[in-house]
C-alpha cells in the first residue's frame, strides 16, 4: 500500500480525492466546481476521444462546433427541457466591465446589459435543433449525422472532480432522421458504440439498459444507458444515448418533405459521455497503492527503469534498453525509459506503480548479464525474471493479458455483487451491503420514487436484455413481468 | 466562375462571406457574433489541429484543461492584461434562472447572484498562472510546457465568420522557465512551429517578425508573430507567440527555489494559433470558382466521379474506381467516390470545384475502354488525360506539385505585393493600392499611431530578418536602421 495513502475500506471517497490528485490527473481550481485537468489526466482522456472518436466517423458520424452560448428563450421552447436544464446554469448577463467609480477594481457595466441573457450550454439540442433548421428542408438532407466534442457548465451544488463538476467535457451527438424507426436504430446503435469502447478500452463491464421514465434525459422519448458498478458497490452511469421523438423538431420547427411529398417533423437523438467516465475508470479499477490502468488507455504502457553501477554497466543497461524501446515502438506500444539519475530506482518503481503504468521493466546489470529482466505488471503487483531475448513479444502478449484481465476481475466483481432481490425486508437490508439488486418493479414512478426517499437507491435501468418472468413488485406487490436494477449512484 | 457567385474584384468581402456559406464551412448563429462551424468546416479545423499538436508533442510539450471561469478580480492583478482583456468579455452573474411571478418565461434568479462575477476566458495566462503557483516550488519543477486546446470568449463588435468571431476556437501554450533566455527560446521555438505549418500545411508564405510595442499582447514584454498576405492585399496575423517576461508570475506570486538555492519569479510564455487560420486559408488560395484547398489540409484530397451508361458500363467503372480507391488509400490518400446517381456528373465537378478538392478524377466507361483516365487540378483548372495505368503513382505526385505550387503562387503574389517605399508621398499613394509596404520607422508608438490615423496602416512586423541598414523615417524623417512591414490588416 502507498505511503500516507488512504486504503478503500478506510474510506472509499476519501481514497478517491486523494488518488485524482495524487496521481495527477486532476486538482480543483480557484472556480467553484471546476477542476484543472493535468497533463497526466488529459492524456488518458484524449486517449479516450481517439477511440471514440475514430468508433463515431467509422460509423458514420462527423464532427461540427456549435456556439457555447444559447440565448434563455430557447430553453423555454422545450417544455420538459426548460425544467432539466434551465434552471441551475451560468447566465451570462453583460458583456462589459469597466472600472468602478471609486477605483477599487472592476464591475459590470450597466450599458453593456444583455437585451437577453445567454446561458452557458448545460446540453446544445436547443441551439443545434434551431440551426438544423435551416439545413433540412428534404428527405434527401437526412439524416444528419453530427458529434461536438465539447465543454457544457451544470451549475451543480455538490462537485467531485470528473464524477460531477460545473464545467465538464464532452461529446453530444445529434442526429436527424426521417423516421421514428431510423432515430431508434441510431439510439441503440450508439449506445452500442459506448458498450464497446467501455469493456475493450476501459475493461469496464456495463450493463445496456432502458431509462425509468423518472431517469430520463429531460425531453427524450427513451433513454438508454450504460451502468457500470464501482468498487464500492455504487452504480455509475457512464453513458447515456436518447431518442428524443420529434419533441426538439417541433420545438423549432424542423420539417421536411418526405418522399410521400408530404411535410413532416424530423425525428431526433441525442447521445454523450463525458469526463465522468475518468471517474469510472478510476473507481473501477484503482487499488490501496494507486493507480491501476489499463493497457488500450495508458499514457505510458511500459516504463523501463535501469539499475547499474559506473560507467560499463551504465553503457551496456542503456544499449539494452534503447534496444527494447525500438521493438516495443515497432509494435505501437508507447514506452518511457526513466534513466534520470535524479531519482533512485525505489523512488521510480513507487512513482509509476502509483500512476497506473501497466508493465515495469527493471534492467539490472546483473540479472542482464544471465540474460535476465524483471518484469512487474500492475494489476495483479506480479512479477518474474524472463530472458531478455524475446522479451518485447512477452511484453505485448502480457499488456493483451492485462487488459483482458482487468475486465474478467471487473466483471467477476459485479457478478458476485448482484444479487435477485424478492422481499422488501431483503431489500432494506441488502441494498445497505452495496451491489445491483434485481428486483420486480411494477412499472410506476411513484413506487420508483418512495424506494428512492426510503434507501437512496434508484432505478440504473432496465436491463436490454432482461428475461420475461412473472413476479411481483418488491415494493407494492403488484404484477410485473421483468426484473430491473436498482443501486445507490454515484 | 461559379454560377451565381459574387468574383473577388467585384466585392472581396462578400465574396469571402459567401464562399464561407456557400463551401459548407461555417455559418452565422442566432447567438450575436458566435459562428457554427459545419462538419466540412470542422474537417479542415480537424487536420490543422492533428498537425499542430503533433509538432507541439514533437517539441516536449502536454496538452491540459483550465476552467472556462476566470474571477474577476483575476484580471485586475495583471495590470496591463485588464485593459487589453477584462473589457469587452461575457460576464456571467447568475448561477440560476427562475420562472418569472407573471408566467411571461425566465429570469436570472436575484437570490443566485454570484459573490464576484465570473469572466468567459477571453484568454487563460491569469487562471494558469494562478494554477501554477502550486504546481512549482523548484527548478526541478521547470520547465512546464502545457498547451490548451480551448474555446474563447471576446465580445468583439463587428464580426466576421473565422477571422473575428465573439467566440472561437484556439490553441494556448502557457510555459514556464528558470531563466529570461530559456522563455525567450520557447517564444522563437514556437513561432517557428508555427511558420512552419504554415508554410507546408497551409501553403501560406508567412514573415516572422516582432510586434512593434503598440500591438503587443497586453502582458507581454514581447510579441512575436507571423504574418500573411491575403488576395486583396491586406495583411492576416496567422499567430503569435509572446515573451511574458516575468509579469504574470508576479501578478500570481509563482516563485520557485533555484539551482543556486534563491527564490526567484518565474519566466513564462505563451502562443497561439486559432480558427482564423481558416479565414487565412480560404482568403490566401480560394478563386472566383470557390474554395481551393491544399492537399496537407483537404478533408477529401481526390475525388473520383463515374460517368457510364447501363449496368455493364457501371460494372467495368465501378471495379477501376475500387481499384484506384486502394491504392490511393495505401497511400494515406484521402478519396472519395461519389457515385450518387441522384446527381449528374457535372452537378459534382461543380459541387467537388466549389469544395476545393484538389484532384478530381473522372472515369468514364468510354475512355476507360481506351486504358484513359481524366485528371482534374483544383488549384490552376487543368485538366489532362492520363493513363488508368499508374494512375495512383501519378495522383500522388501530383497532390505533391499543387501543394507546392499553392505555396509558390501565393509567395510570388506577396513578394509582387511587397514594395520599399522611402517617403510619406508615396506611402499615401502606395497604401491604397494595398500590399506590404516595407519603410523605415523611427521607432516611436506616437509615429505609428499617427500613421494608423491617416492611413490605417499598422506595422505588422519588424521582421526578424530584417537588414541593418540607414535610414530615415517615413513620417517623422528621424533616423531608423531597419525596415519595417506597414499594411492595412484584418
New interface residues.
Given amino acids: 500500500m502507498a505511503k500516507d495513502f488512504v486504503t478503500r475500506s478506510e474510506n472509499y471517497s476519501e481514497w478517491y480525492n486523494e488518488l485524482v490528485v495524487r496521481a495527477d490527473l486532476a ?1 480543483n ?3 467553484r466546481g ?6 497526466y489526466g ?2 488518458i ?2 486517449k479516450m476521444q481517439a477511440a471514440l472518436d475514430k468508433m463515431f466517423k467509422e460509423t458514420g458520424h ?12 430557447y ?2 421552447k422545450e417544455a420538459e427541457h ?1 425544467e432539466g436544464f ?13 472600472a468602478k467609480s471609486d477605483g477599487t ?4 457595466d450597466p450599458d453593456a446589459k444583455l437585451e437577453e ?4 450550454r448545460p446540453t446544445s439540442e436547443t ?1 443545434i435543433w ?2 438544423y433548421r ?1 439545413w433540412i428542408k428534404s428527405y ?1 438532407d437526412l439524416p444528419i449525422l ?1 458529434n461536438q466534442w ?2 457544457v ?1 451544470r ?1 451543480e451544488m455538490r462537485t467531485r472532480m470528473f464524477l460531477r463538476t460545473a ?1 465538464f ?1 464532452w461529446q453530444e451527438g445529434h442526429t436527424a432522421h426521417e423516421t421514428a424507426q431510423d432515430a431508434i436504430e441510431e439510439t441503440n446503435k450508439m449506445l452500442n458504440v459506448y458498450a464497446y469502447f467501455a469493456e475493450n478500452f476501459m475493461a469496464v463491464p456495463v450493463i445496456k439498459g432502458y431509462k425509468s421514465p423518472n431517469e430520463r434525459f429531460a425531453g427524450a422519448l427513451d433513454t438508454l444507458c450504460i451502468e457500470a458498478m464501482m468498487q464500492d458497490g455504487k452504480a455509475l452511469q457512464a453513458g447515456t444515448s436518447h431518442f428524443l421523438g420529434q419533441n426538439f423538431a417541433k420545438a423549432f420547427d424542423v420539417k421536411f418533405l418526405s418522399k410521400e411529398n408530404k411535410l413532416e417533423y424530423v425525428w431526433a437523438t441525442s447521445w454523450g459521455v463525458s469526463t465522468r467516465l475518468m471517474g469510472a475508470l478510476i473507481m473501477c479499477h484503482s487499488d490501496d497503492n494507486g493507480l491501476v490502468l489499463p493497457p488500450m488507455l495508458a499514457p505510458i504502457q511500459v516504463v523501463i527503469i535501469p539499475i547499474s553501477k559506473g560507467e560499463e554497466q551504465q553503457a551496456m543497461v542503456d544499449q539494452e534498453a534503447n534496444r527494447i524501446m525500438e521493438e516495443l515502438k515497432a509494435k505501437g506500444i508507447s514506452v518511457k525509459y526513466d534513466n534520470r539519475d ?1 531519482y533512485k530506482p525505489g523512488w521510480k518503481f513507487n512513482e509509476y506503480e502509483f500512476k497506473g503504468v501497466p508493465v515495469r521493466v527493471t534492467l539490472g546489470a546483473r540479472d542482464l548479464e544471465q540474460g535476465l529482466v524483471e518484469v512487474a505488471r500492475r494489476d495483479n503487483l506480479t512479477k518474474e525474471s524472463l530472458p531478455v531475448e524475446g522479451i518485447s513479444d512477452k511484453i505485448e502478449k502480457l499488456l493483451e493479458d492485462i487488459q483482458s484481465n482487468m475486465f474478467s476481475k471487473a466483471l467477476a466483481f459485479r457478478e458476485s455483487n448482484t444479487r435477485n432481490v424478492d422481499t422488501w425486508e431483503d431489500f432494506k437490508v441488502e441494498i445497505e451491503k452495496g451491489g445491483f439488486l434485481s428486483c420486480h418493479w411494477d412499472g410506476t414512478p411513484e413506487t420508483e420514487e418512495q424506494i428512492k426517499q426510503e434507501t437512496k437507491a434508484t432505478i440504473r435501468c432496465i436491463p436490454i436484455d432482461a428475461k420475461e418472468e412473472e413476479g411481483k413488485c418488491i415494493y407494492t406487490g403488484k404484477p410485473s413481468n421483468k426484473r430491473v436494477i436498482f443501486a445507490r449512484a454515484y
Avoid at 34 to 39: E, F, L, S, T
Avoid at 67 to 72: A, D, G, Q, R, V
Avoid at 105 to 108: D, H, I, Q, S, T
Wanted: charged share 20%.
Fill in positions: 486538482e481550481s480557484a472556480v471546476c477542476m484543472v485537468i493535468k497533463p488529459y492524456a482522456w484524449e462527423q464532427n461540427a462546433y456549435f456556439p457555447l452560448f444559447i440565448p434563455k428563450s430553453f423555454e426548460v434551465a434552471k441551475e446554469c451560468a447566465v451570462v448577463t453583460h458583456h462589459r466591465l469597466r477594481g472592476l464591475e459590470p441573457e445567454l446561458i452557458v441551439i434551431d440551426t435551416g434527401r453530427v465539447a465543454n457548465v451549475w464545467e467535457l535524479s
